[in-house]
């Protein structure tokens, strides 16, 4: 992603749009509002990262769309030559996603172009209805761009063929990769038009020959002439033109179709077109509130409080796949994509779909967590047998991504289980799901070291040790696993698990609480880390120890331990200087620079609000939070991200699931006058 000359990328991804149920549960599209600084004065927002039939899989990096004006001789491209540009969704809880994009051409002339997205509920589709508004009359062409290239993540080569076909009147641009494919069409409603004025198909980064890309073709060389070209196979892109003349106001639909062949791809693009774009929004807005309808709605009376919590939910249902995993996020940070499920994430998804009354979500969540489990003899590169646990993180379709062990996603399964049968009080619950729940327990039971959890990497995915919130969510787990035991009468199951999760609590402190370290007294990252890190991670405070009281309900919040670590997370070393927002743990350069920045993580704040709510530190911490605090955190669209600068704007990584689950969480947990979901206690 491009850099602006502070070597800031743009915020990723600030709203994303699918369908609650039906075929279009198989497509999720990002759309991305670049900031209005840098060196490229990138002031537009458009489509960027598109994916179906597994959330994980890309389909097309970039939707572009491209005016060119005869009279002046200029091609003006959304992201690139956008003067200003908002994003904003239809309602809470609908999220369809409006565009506006404004441009200014050399002879004064302006323009408006605004488009609003959805997802097709019964084909697998996206629908885009484009409406572009000139000040004066020229002659001019619209074109549509798109950087193809489908992309699952298990090769880097995202190499497609695509061809351009004619069928049913429609002019199609057919893109195909390992028996996943996409079609695009456009329609003018006005005049019934469905073919292209000029087609090209190009090679991404050729300059020039036969070959050249259609961005080369249509955007840099700006001449209103596009040379066909129908097919070819590589990474490719595509454009096509809509030729308006002098029309000052037009309105056209552009419908990409996915499919498991081209018959299907082109069949679900048709579709859409044919049903029209009102109809489609009717159906799209109809099974949205009829999903947010099922539940009780916001628990709070705030009008800003209600509009969070519900896009919140809104945006958990969006990224979760149909098979019941969701992804961490539709973004890409730094070299990596956040389109896996992190079984941790989803265990804290499943805690807040509960709290909101949306079980059906949580018990396919639950059912993925079951599946994805390593029930054979498995040994990862450390040497350890990884029966009962799971990977790292996972594809949607359950295959392993990265294979380190993290004690929360073992232990956080356990509790994630034994929060389902609680809510939901279905003994078929408990019964469905215990053999996955006593494999994890076993792993467990069987990782003590001396009197503690064995060594395990932090939550942060950087350091190897004795973690203060893994070693917490390992105590959730067995104490979780006592309490399902107890029910179907393995008493002596449940006695052994209890009794270990009380050791390892008792020397808790021990092993995680450090006097005289960074910050003073508190909780660290983690005892004996390796590797070596700066701040040490046996000396910094860390975010993540306040999970060790909610939800893993391992510390008292009140403890001392608690209470000197939540004190120093008002350092300025820790938290954003102007925003009351705590970050990871001091010196953290998991940021756009690789180095260490001023700013927060909201999640990481949510958990120490949490504590110093329940431990009388600051009784107002929740409510400020979910009614004020959070305001300044929010993207154009109003999702939550990951990561905040001082100032509390969002700096990176828009609608990070896990700040969306911890935002419903926090507005239960007030509404209830309690922390929702503490894991069982001694």
């Known amino acids: ?30 759309v991305n509002q670049y900031p209005g600084t840098g060196h490229r004065d990138w002031n537009g927002a458009l489509v960027e990262d598109t994916s179906a039939f597994r959330l994980d899989v890309e389909q097309f990096y970039d939707m572009h769309t491209l005016l060119w004006d005869a009279n002046v001789g200029q091609t003006l491209d959304v992201r690139n030559d956008a003067v200003a540009s908002a994003v904003s969704y239809e309602s809470p809880r609908v999220p369809e996603v409006h565009v506006r994009n404004q441009f200014e051409f050399d002879d004064g002339a302006a323009a408006t172009l605004d488009q609003d997205i959805l997802v097709a509920v019964d084909s697998a589709s996206l629908f885009v209805r484009n409406r572009a508004r000139f000040s004066t009359p020229s002659t001019r062409t619209l074109y549509t761009l798109f950087g193809l290239g489908i992309h699952d993540g298990t090769s880097a ?16 641009v057919v893109a195909h990769d390992s028996g996943r494919y996409l079609a695009v069409a456009q329609r003018r409603p006005s005049t019934g038009q469905t073919t292209f004025d000029g087609c090209r198909i190009g090679r991404q980064g050729v300059t020039s020959g036969p070959d050249r890309s259609a961005w080369r073709d249509i955007y840099e060389e700006n001449d209103g002439l596009v040379d066909d070209n129908h097919h070819l196979d590589g990474k490719v892109d595509a454009g096509f033109g809509l030729f308006v003349d002098d029309v000052t106001d037009v309105t056209w639909w552009t419908a990409v179709g996915f499919g498991e062949s081209e018959l299907e791809a082109r069949e679900n693009a048709l579709t859409t077109l044919w049903s029209g774009y009102r109809a489609e929004r009717s159906t799209f807005a109809a099974v949205w509130e009829s999903w947010h309808g099922n539940r009780d709605g916001c628990p709070v009376e705030d009008a800003f409080a209600a509009e969070t919590y519900e896009l919140s939910l809104t945006a958990m249902k969006c990224a979760q796949d149909r098979r019941g995993g969701i992804i961490a996020g539709a973004f890409k940070p730094k070299e990596f994509a956040y389109r896996f499920v992190w079984p941790r994430d989803l265990v804290i998804c499943i805690q807040a779909l509960l709290a909101a009354g949306a079980t059906t979500e949580a018990l396919e969540a639950l059912d993925w967590l079951s599946h994805a489990q390593i029930t054979n003899d498995v040994t990862d590169a450390r040497g350890i047998d990884r029966r009962g646990t799971w990977w790292q993180n996972y594809y949607a379709d359950q295959t392993p991504h990265w294979r380190a062990l993290q004690l929360d996603q073992v232990g956080g399964p356990i509790y994630a289980h034994w929060l389902c049968w609680r809510a939901t009080g279905d003994d078929s619950v408990l019964a469905a799901y215990y053999d996955t729940s006593r494999r994890a327990a076993d792993f467990l039971l069987g990782w003590d070291d001396g009197g503690f959890p064995g060594k395990h990497q932090d939550p942060w995915e950087e350091i190897w040790g004795y973690t203060t919130e893994g070693s917490a969510a390992a105590i959730a787990g067995l104490r979780s696993m006592a309490a399902l035991a107890d029910s179907v009468g393995e008493d002596d199951y449940a006695a052994e698990c209890r009794e270990t999760a009380a050791m390892w609590a008792e020397r808790f402190d021990d092993h995680c609480f450090k006097r005289g370290a960074l910050l003073g007294d508190h909780y660290v990252t983690a005892d004996d880390p390796e590797p070596r890190d700066d701040p040490p991670a046996d000396r910094r405070p860390d975010a993540a120890a306040f999970m060790a009281y909610w939800p893993w309900n391992a510390v008292p919040a009140d403890s001392e331990a608690m209470q000197s670590t939540v004190a120093c997370a008002d350092d300025p070393a820790w938290r954003a200087d102007r925003d009351p927002c705590v970050g990871r743990y001091p010196g953290d350069d998991y940021t756009p620079t690789n180095t260490a920045e001023d700013g927060g993580w909201p999640l990481c704040e949510a958990y120490a609000d949490v504590v110093r709510w329940r431990s009388g530190v600051d009784e107002d911490a929740v409510a400020d939070h979910v009614f004020e605090h959070s305001r300044a955190w929010r993207t154009a669209a109003g999702l939550l991200p990951e990561r905040v600068d001082g100032g509390g704007q969002v700096r990176w990584n828009a609608n990070l699931q896990w700040s969306q689950a911890t935002y419903v969480l926090l507005v239960e947990s007030l509404a209830r006058g309690e922390p929702y979901g503490l894991a069982p206690g001694e």
């Open 1 to 30: 992603m491009q850099e602006d000359s502070a070597g800031r990328r743009p915020s990723d991804k600030d709203a994303i749009v699918s369908a609650p149920l039906g075929d279009g549960m198989e497509v999720l599209a990002t």
């Open 157 to 172: 080569d995202d190499v497609d063929e695509a061809f351009v076909v004619h069928d049913h009147g429609y002019d199609f």
